[in-house]
């Protein structure tokens, strides 16, 4: 074995594999729907709805966080794949913490589905601009250590 290789951690692939579940999740009633999640949830669970119509406007929103969660699940994979466990991890604790809170937060007897994908979705948003800035700030922080290496000699 190469020393210099780490081992994947396991804890890792594990959240990745969680990850890709729900995006799998999410991409069923879109697939199913093709396209309108609203029709198809009031098609499949017309008998256990409300009549104020919890379906309402869904599809915008479910489509947003089905993209915002595809680029989440494309980042976290490459992060995996050059083995950035500090970049992984920031990337997922938005997501994390949104979506708990949000599970947490919703009475789930009378359920608005939009406040649920709402909640999640910012999550995600969350995740990816601090796991971008989380980026851009290690790469200038590589730079001017470069550079201060380079005029220490």
Request: hydrophobic share 50%.
């Amino acid at each position: 074995m190469n020393p210099s290789r780490q081992p994947d951690p396991k804890w890792q692939i594990a959240a990745l594999a969680c990850l890709a579940a729900a995006w799998i999740a999410l991409a069923t009633p879109l697939v199913l729907g093709r396209g309108d999640v609203d029709a198809f949830f009031l098609r499949t669970f017309k008998a256990y709805a409300r009549s104020s119509h919890p379906y309402l406007n869904l599809t915008p929103t479910f489509q947003q966080l089905w993209l915002a969660w595809s680029c989440l699940l494309a980042f976290s994979s490459g992060a995996i794949a050059y083995r950035k466990a500090d970049l992984f991890s920031v990337l997922c604790v938005g997501p994390a913490l949104a979506c708990g809170i949000t599970a947490m937060s919703v009475s789930w007897s009378d359920t608005d589905w939009i406040v649920v994908c709402g909640g999640c979705l910012i999550g995600c948003v969350v995740g990816l601009v601090s796991g971008a800035a989380y980026l851009a700030y290690v790469s200038l922080m590589r730079k001017v250590e470069q550079r201060n290496a380079a005029d220490s000699r």
